[in-house]
Structures are given as structure tokens and as C-alpha cells.
């Protein structure tokens, strides 16, 4: 065992350097044996003294504070949860969806009678005038634009039944939607939309009255029934006016006109154009109160929900004028046979 220095001294293998600040290694050369002993030494460095953190070390070797760390991403939103469907989808399918509803309720009996009588009393004397007037015209203008053919071709006693095929089937009952439309149509829309953005149908319903009771379906019933009669006087009042001028500028007896309107006309002809009128009415009721309900944006919505109401309502027209006159017409073609005797 080797003698005790004046420090502790411990027995190793030898070892030549050594990086620890206290330890010194001393070599015995004259120990045959060449022991090595390892010799502590105080220091008079502090040693660093561990200190707990609850944040991580920074992976720099510089002092920059630690960069944040981030955020776990969120789960992908689920398919069409932010697709809304385009305003005119929208607008149809409400307007499919409030004719639904009208036709079940009045099925249901559920209407609102005085409120129909009103309705009444504004589409069909409220709109007579300018609609007799408009027939008038057209007549007239219809008549100019092929009376004096005729009679050139010597064709002058088909011109009355001519005048009663096209003012039956066509001018009439789409002459006159289109002026509802424009006058009536409006109207309902821009009524309607008031009361929307002025939350007057809220408060409809608050009181226990159902707004499409109360409001939509008056107004629908009121347009299918006095559009027909309508389109009556227009026919009868156009065909007038069209015998008169024919009689006054072209020659062609009245007596004639009306004889050759009698052999041409079907009866079927009337109540395809009286079946015409009630699906146009329908149509002018359903889009522009559909469009009404569904106003929002205050006074600038209001006016936006008439413009296009009415322009729907044409365009409806237009497209339903095609398809029942080819289901109604398509097989006809000798009315005319008829009207020349």
C-alpha cells in the first residue's frame, strides 16, 4: 500500500492527462514500480451550480429566446359546409317550395276571404283599363300588318278567322299577362318586401297569423281567377277593334269578320286560352311574392326583389306560353278550312 500524502491519494492505472480542473496527476520517478497518483487540489473556481428550468434549452448556441411553438393544425372543415347555394337557386326553389304550400292550403280551405275579395276587386277592375286598352292596339296593329295581303290574294273572308285564331290563342291571354305582370306583379313584390325588411311578417306571426295564409295565398287565388276574365274582354274587345279598322281603312264588310271569327273558332280555342291565363296568373303570384319573402337589404333590396320579379315573371311566361301551345296545338290546322266556307 503506498504511504499517505498530504492528500488523499488514490491507486489507478497510469494515466497521463486528464481535463478535470481539480485533479493533478503526479508521476513517482523514483518509485521502481513507476506508480502513478492522483492528487486532489482545492480550487478556488466556484463550480457552477445546476439549476432546475421548466422551459427547454435552447438547441442555439447563442442567447436568442426560444422561437414559439406551432399550433397542432386544425381538422379540414367538412365538404360543402361554406358552399351556399347562388341567390337565383335560391329564390326558385323558395318560390317552388311557397307554391307547394299554396296549393296545399288551399286544398285545406284555408283562405283568408276578405282579404281575397280585396285582392279580387285589385287585379280585375284595378287592371281592366290598361289591359283593354293594350288589346285594342295590338288588334289594330295585328290587323295592319296582314289585311291588306289578304285581300291582295283575295283572301278576304279568312281574315276574320286569322284575327280570332291569333288574338284566342296567343295575343290575348299573353298580352295580358305580360301587362299583370308589369302592373300587378310589381306591386306584390314590392309589398311584400317591405313588409319583410320592415319585419311587419314577423310580426304576423307573433300574433298567430300564418303570413302565407294572411298574404300569399289572397293574392295567388285572385290572380288565377281574374286573369281569365280578363283575357275574355281582351279577346272580344281586341277582335272589335280589329273589324273596325278592317271595315274602315281596307274594305273588308264587319259582317264578313265576324262570320269567318265564328267558323274558324273551337271552343276549345277559348279554354285553351282560359286554361293559358290561369298558369300565367299562377306564375305572376307565385314568383313575385316568392321574391318578396325573400327581400333583405332594406329599400335598395326592395327594389332589386321588383326588377327582378318582374323579369322572372316574364321570362316564366314566356317559356310556359311555348310549352302549352305545343301540347294544346300541336295536332290543329284546319280551323282555317272552316273559316273560308
Given at each position: 500500500?503506498?504511504?499517505?500524502?498530504?492528500?488523499?491519494?488514490?491507486?489507478?492505472?497510469?494515466?497521463?492527462?486528464?481535463?478535470?480542473?481539480?485533479?493533478?496527476?503526479?508521476?513517482?520517478?523514483?518509485?521502481?514500480?513507476?506508480?502513478?497518483?492522483?492528487?486532489?487540489?482545492?480550487?478556488?473556481?466556484?463550480?457552477?451550480?445546476?439549476?432546475?428550468?421548466?422551459?427547454?434549452?435552447?438547441?442555439?448556441?447563442?442567447?436568442?429566446?426560444?422561437?414559439?411553438?406551432?399550433?397542432?393544425?386544425?381538422?379540414?372543415?367538412?365538404?360543402?359546409?361554406?358552399?351556399?347555394?347562388?341567390?337565383?337557386?335560391?329564390?326558385?326553389?323558395?318560390?317552388?317550395?311557397?307554391?307547394?304550400?299554396?296549393?296545399?292550403?288551399?286544398?285545406?280551405?284555408?283562405?283568408?276571404?276578405?282579404?281575397?275579395?280585396?285582392?279580387?276587386?285589385?287585379?280585375?277592375?284595378?287592371?281592366?283599363?290598361?289591359?283593354?286598352?293594350?288589346?285594342?292596339?295590338?288588334?289594330?296593329?295585328?290587323t295592319i300588318?296582314?289585311?291588306?295581303?289578304?285581300?291582295?290574294?283575295?283572301?278576304?273572308?279568312?281574315?276574320?278567322?286569322?284575327l280570332a285564331?291569333?288574338?284566342?290563342?296567343?295575343?290575348?291571354?299573353?298580352?295580358?299577362?305580360?301587362?299583370?305582370?308589369?302592373?300587378?306583379?310589381?306591386?306584390?313584390?314590392?309589398?311584400?318586401?317591405?313588409?319583410?325588411?320592415?319585419?311587419?311578417?314577423?310580426?304576423?306571426?307573433?300574433?298567430?297569423?300564418?303570413?302565407?295564409?294572411?298574404?300569399?295565398?289572397?293574392?295567388?287565388?285572385?290572380?288565377?281567377?281574374?286573369?281569365?276574365?280578363?283575357?275574355?274582354?281582351?279577346?272580344?274587345?281586341?277582335?272589335?277593334?280589329?273589324?273596325?279598322?278592317?271595315?274602315?281603312?281596307?274594305?273588308?264588310?264587319?259582317?264578313?269578320?265576324?262570320?269567318?271569327?265564328?267558323r274558324a273558332?273551337?271552343?276549345?280555342?277559348?279554354?285553351?286560352?282560359?286554361?293559358?291565363?290561369?298558369?300565367?296568373?299562377?306564375?305572376?303570384?307565385?314568383?313575385?311574392?316568392?321574391?318578396?319573402?325573400?327581400?333583405?337589404?332594406?329599400?335598395?333590396?326592395?327594389?332589386?326583389?321588383?326588377?327582378?320579379?318582374?323579369?322572372?315573371?316574364?321570362?316564366?311566361?314566356?317559356?310556359?306560353?311555348?310549352?302549352?301551345?305545343?301540347?294544346?296545338?300541336?295536332?290543329?290546322?284546319?280551323?282555317?278550312?272552316?273559316?273560308?266556307?
Open positions: 500500500m503506498p504511504s499517505a500524502g498530504a492528500g488523499a491519494a488514490f491507486l489507478l492505472r497510469p494515466i497521463y492527462a486528464t481535463t478535470h480542473p481539480l485533479i493533478r496527476l503526479s508521476r513517482a520517478g523514483a518509485d521502481a514500480n513507476h506508480k502513478s497518483h492522483l492528487h486532489l487540489y482545492q480550487s478556488r473556481r466556484r463550480l457552477p451550480v445546476p439549476r432546475l428550468s421548466l422551459t427547454p434549452a435552447p438547441t442555439s448556441s447563442n442567447n436568442s429566446p426560444p422561437s414559439p411553438q406551432p399550433a397542432s393544425p386544425e381538422p379540414p372543415p367538412p365538404p360543402f359546409s361554406r358552399w351556399s347555394p347562388p341567390r337565383a337557386i335560391w329564390r326558385g326553389l323558395s318560390a317552388l317550395l311557397l307554391a307547394g304550400q299554396v296549393f296545399h292550403r288551399v286544398l285545406m280551405g284555408r283562405v283568408h276571404r276578405r282579404n281575397l275579395l280585396a285582392q279580387l276587386r285589385r287585379v280585375g277592375p284595378g287592371s281592366a283599363g290598361v289591359s283593354l286598352l293594350t288589346a285594342a292596339f295590338v288588334g289594330m296593329a295585328f300588318q296582314f289585311v291588306r295581303e289578304f285581300t291582295r290574294l283575295g283572301l278576304h273572308r279568312s281574315v276574320g278567322g286569322v285564331l291569333a288574338l284566342s290563342r296567343e295575343l290575348s291571354p299573353v298580352v295580358t299577362a305580360v301587362v299583370a305582370a308589369g302592373r300587378v306583379g310589381s306591386a306584390f313584390a314590392a309589398e311584400l318586401g317591405t313588409m319583410q325588411v320592415s319585419e311587419q311578417t314577423d310580426t304576423l306571426r307573433v300574433l298567430g297569423a300564418q303570413p302565407v295564409d294572411y298574404l300569399v295565398v289572397p293574392r295567388v287565388l285572385a290572380c288565377v281567377l281574374a286573369l281569365p276574365v280578363l283575357t275574355l274582354m281582351s279577346f272580344a274587345l281586341g277582335l272589335a277593334s280589329s273589324a273596325f279598322l278592317a271595315d274602315s281603312i281596307f274594305g273588308v264588310s264587319t259582317s264578313i269578320i265576324l262570320e269567318s271569327a265564328r273558332l273551337r271552343p276549345w280555342d277559348l279554354i285553351s286560352s282560359l286554361l293559358k291565363s290561369q298558369v300565367f296568373g299562377a306564375i305572376i303570384a307565385v314568383v313575385s311574392c316568392a321574391w318578396g319573402v325573400t327581400t333583405h337589404g332594406g329599400a335598395k333590396g326592395v327594389g332589386e326583389s321588383t326588377t327582378s320579379a318582374v323579369v322572372v315573371s316574364l321570362v316564366g311566361i314566356f317559356i310556359a306560353d311555348f310549352a302549352l301551345s305545343c301540347l294544346f296545338f300541336q295536332g290543329a290546322g284546319d280551323s282555317l278550312k272552316y273559316a273560308m266556307g
